[in-house]
């Protein structure tokens, strides 16, 4: 709890630690309420420190309980050493290497935080990113202190029969004369502190092995609750096809015996990368037909990739600080963006990583969280697991891909891999590969790293007929962010396409330059104009292809030129992003009439065009459905900006969507029919674009015809062969508000109490319901036996998504909405910081907010600041966010 005002960590503040170890030999005797932990360190002074040999040995700690240190054997007394809140220092340690041994006790059972040792519904797990491992013992807790770790567990066999940690296992057997067993796992890399792990518990292994690339046999283990083996097929087959894709793209082959996952029901976040033992919140990894959608099964292969792909990005080669999180992050994002895109459709996942970055990140960068890719300052740095750290993070990393090109690119990890292997590094060491292999200067491109918010780029262009040529201005432009009123010009690859009349792609002929090798014109300058010659008739530009670069783009073209992209450009990203901005300008429109009360126009043309898509036998049905999937409430906001009315937003998207749906009514019944499924399940790709497509239909329909339409959801509730589809029919039924939409919520929660993955469904599309009731029903479900405020899944599909997806309500012009919210922010700090200051981020676009709304939710989050006792992680965000 905090005392002070927390103060802000810098990167300019960075200094090389005083001492390394070389090697840390842990025992921890396991029981619920005391656990004790030995540590044994081999601690030498660091000779790259800046400090001196005679530097005092300051190790970190929180919420721990000191029994005893030995230096070289001897015990310390009172006065050798000092204890505060988050520390142990001692004062005098000899000048060459000496062993310290630490005896502490920390309460697992009270472990509420989710951070260093805590169970999981009995299960004793870890989580030590990014600063837990000091809640487990006294330790420097800081990326670049790498050590060989051993990890001796004892337990009680019945509390714990499993016990696992990092590494091989190298010695188990029993305790005499106690009850009492041990498991000691060694792990032969150096690592730093924060991807140590340790699970024991009660638990079913799913087994398998794979064969390396050079031959070795590796064996692979799920472990689960008992009871759950049968849902571990889909994570395991991922996790094979993971190694092998590493192996294949870029080389990487994996480095132990052994790879386990364990599936813990309580985790703050998705998943944890530890060495040779990732630890998963279980929605990420369980799946069945009749318990898992189709989008849970793809976030399952993704994240089983992305978690395994960080064995390299991420732990062979780490951040030297957490401002370098990005290296680790933004890097491993790309990497499994990549792997969908291989092993899935390539447009197809773009469309939903652009969809992520556009509402997570694009709104999080115009507000007052906005901060860079690599930040230079935090008080608190669980709260920089940030989209932009993220997913902007791997736009960043894309877009040197496409500067440099895929030889280049991967020329540039080889020299990563080789140059750093074992080491703690910067975003500067991985760009310098980069700029090696490629033999450009990276220096302007560097800014992405540095500077904040979402740059716009102002295209206009003009025709000469006489000449033949075509001219493209594009200036650019990065709004003032937090800290940052002026920004430079950034390096950017902008790929282009120029489409003709006929709806055909036209050459690309520099004027002066020649044919292009790549369609990717380079961007350095405030404003830069591109002259192409032997252009034949006026062309309708195709800008910013595949989503080239993360920015915003202004141009002048028309409605027309929008739906002419969405019918004939040959780039099936720029087809769906006409569609989207079509969309959007139609939105706001309408948004604009809803606001003042003007009756709403339909979209014939729109429709139509749409309607011709859908009878495009060359494009696959998972495009298609993303196809009729309009932009989101909160992507609307973030493009209107200012005043926003999210209930006028609401009902122009409803109207949109129910206006589509008559007009388009015989196409979507025509899909609805023809894919009906037939056979068993199978979570590839094409079938669940199949589902997707005739789900996306059916949310449609249901939204056209208020009764019909509620009845056919109600019937495909009915008769779902598969959890996606259940799903499917009740989200379209809790957009609607007939007496259906309740009959299947409760029949759902009735059939599938028993399942807290299924249950979490059930709260979210709950929450979902756009309705002024939601307000009631949430808070009646906070009190109802299926939620638990101490179980991170259940917040977040509550609380989480009624703030996140539900615009309208959670915005509620009474201020009830901000009020529950505030509350639970308040109700959960004290037990789960990192979850509540996250809640507390739904904040951050209250300034856009028209001004009756805008009052209101100040009021709220000043009521949450005005705590006096706010962890740091909350009292960081509503600080920033009010600004
Ligand atoms: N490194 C994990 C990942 O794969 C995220 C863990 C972050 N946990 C936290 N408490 N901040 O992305
Ligand atoms: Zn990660």
């Not at 842990?26 to 044994?40: D, E, N, Y």
């Not at 395991?236 to 386990?260: C, H, N, P, Q, V």
């Not at 497509?693 to 598969?722: K, Y």
């Amino acid at each position: 709890m905090r005392t002070e005002t927390p103060q802000p960590v810098r990167l300019s503040d960075y200094r090389p630690p005083t001492h390394t170890i070389d090697e840390v030999a842990l025992t921890v005797r396991l029981a619920p309420q005391k656990t004790l932990v030995s540590a044994r360190l081999k601690v030498r002074p660091n000779p790259k420190s800046d400090a001196g040999p005679d530097a005092p040995l300051v190790l970190d700690g929180e919420a721990i309980e000191l029994r005893g240190i030995m230096l070289d054997g001897v015990p310390l007394a009172q006065g050798d050493y000092a204890v505060t809140d988050e520390s142990l220092t001692i004062a005098r340690v000899p000048a060459g290497p000496f062993e310290l041994e630490i005896e502490t006790a920390c309460n697992p059972e009270a472990n509420t935080a989710l951070s260093g040792l805590y169970r999981s519904n009995g299960t004793y797990c870890t989580q030590c990113e990014a600063q837990g491992f000091r809640r487990i013992t006294y330790y420097p807790d800081r990326p670049d202190v790498l050590a060989r770790f051993t990890t001796r567990i004892e337990a009680r066999r019945s509390d714990a029969p499993v016990l696992l940690a990092n590494g091989n296992l190298v010695d188990s057997g029993e305790i005499e004369g106690t009850e009492k067993h041990y498991a000691v796992w060694e792990d032969p890399f150096p690592k730093p502190a924060y991807l140590f792990a340790l699970v024991a518990g009660n638990l079913a292994v799913f087994e398998d092995s794979f064969t390396t690339m050079s031959g070795r046999e590796v064996a692979l283990k799920i472990y689960v609750e008992p009871g759950k083996e049968d849902r571990c097929a889909w994570a395991m087959a991922s996790l094979k096809s993971a190694m092998r894709w590493d192996e294949e793209t870029f080389g990487r082959e994996y480095d132990l015996d052994i790879f386990m996952i364990v599936a813990v029901p309580d985790f703050n976040m998705g998943a944890m990368e530890n060495k040779g033992l990732n630890v998963f919140n279980d929605k990420y990894i369980l799946a069945r037909p009749d318990t898992a959608t189709d989008q849970d099964y793809a976030n399952i292969e993704r994240i089983i990739a992305h978690e395994y792909f960080h064995n390299w990005t991420g732990n062979r080669i780490t951040c030297r600080d957490w401002f370098q999180l990005c290296l680790k992050e933004g890097l491993t994002v790309f990497r499994d963006q990549e792997f969908s895109s291989d092993v899935r459709s390539r447009p197809v996942r773009r469309i939903s990583d652009v969809r992520l970055l556009r509402s997570q990140q694009f709104s999080e960068d115009a507000g007052p969280l906005a901060h860079p890719v690599r930040p230079s300052s935090y008080i608190e740095i669980n709260n920089f697991y940030t989209a932009t750290v993220y997913e902007k993070g791997a736009e960043v990393v894309r877009m040197l891909h496409t500067l440099i090109g895929g030889q280049a690119f991967r020329a540039g990890m080889d020299l990563y891999f080789a140059r750093h292997d074992g080491e703690a590094v910067t975003m500067e060491d991985f760009v310098a590969c980069m700029a090696e292999a490629s033999g450009r200067d990276l220096s302007q491109f560097f800014a992405w790293y540095e500077q904040a918010g979402t740059p716009r780029l102002i295209v206009t262009d003009s025709y000469d007929e006489t000449a033949g040529t075509y001219s493209l201005t594009v200036a650019q432009e990065t709004p003032p962010t937090p800290d940052q009123p002026d920004k430079k010009p950034l390096d950017i690859p902008f790929a282009v396409g120029l489409v003709g009349p006929d709806g055909q792609e036209m050459p690309l002929v520099l004027d002066g330059e020649g044919a292009m090798e790549r369609p990717v014109l380079e961007l350095t300058q405030r404003e830069q104009t591109f002259r192409f010659r032997d252009v034949a008739a006026r062309p309708v530009p195709s800008l910013n292809r595949g989503f080239s670069a993360p920015v915003r783009l202004e141009t002048d073209l028309g409605d027309g030129d929008w739906l002419f992209l969405m019918s004939h450009d040959s780039d099936p990203f720029n087809r769906w992003e006409a569609a989207q901005i079509y969309a959007k300008r139609l939105l706001i429109r309408l948004a604009g009439d809803a606001s003042s009360g003007a009756p709403l126009a339909d979209a014939p043309d729109f429709a139509e065009a749409l309607g011709r898509s859908l009878r495009d036998q060359s494009l696959e049905p998972a495009f298609k459905a993303e196809l009729l999937g309009l932009p989101s409430e909160t992507d609307l906001a973030g493009e209107i900006a200012r005043n926003v009315d999210p209930q006028a937003i609401h009902d122009a998207r409803r109207h949109l969507q129910a206006s589509l749906g008559r007009a388009l009514s015989g196409e979507l019944q025509d899909i609805y029919e023809r894919f009906a499924t037939s056979g068993p399940y199978s979570p590839d790709a094409d079938s669940a674009g199949r589902r997707g497509l005739r789900n996306a239909a059916l949310g449609l329909i249901a939204m056209a015809d208020g009764e019909r339409g509620a009845a056919q959801a109600f019937e495909h509730f009915r008769t779902a062969e598969n959890m996606t589809d259940t799903i499917a029919a009740l989200s379209a039924l809790t957009r609607t508000n007939r007496p259906e939409r309740d009959r299947a919520l409760d029949a759902f929660y009735a059939a599938h109490s028993g399942d807290h993955l299924l249950v979490d469904k059930w709260l979210m599309l709950n929450a979902a319901i756009p309705f002024p009731e939601t307000l009631e029903r949430v808070r009646t479900l906070m009190e109802h036996e299926a939620f638990s405020i101490t179980r991170p899944n259940n917040v977040r599909a509550l609380i989480g998504a009624f703030a996140g997806l539900n615009p309208a309500t959670f915005n509620d012009p009474s201020g009830d909405g901000y009020r529950l919210l505030a509350d639970v922010v308040l109700e959960l700090d004290p037990l789960n910081p990192q979850v509540a200051a996250r809640l507390s981020g739904s904040f951050k676009t209250w300034r856009m907010l028209e001004p009756g709304r805008r009052a209101l939710a100040k009021a709220e989050i000043e009521r949450i600041r005005a705590c006096k006792t706010l962890s740091r992680d909350v009292y960081e965000i509503v600080t920033r966010i009010l600004g």
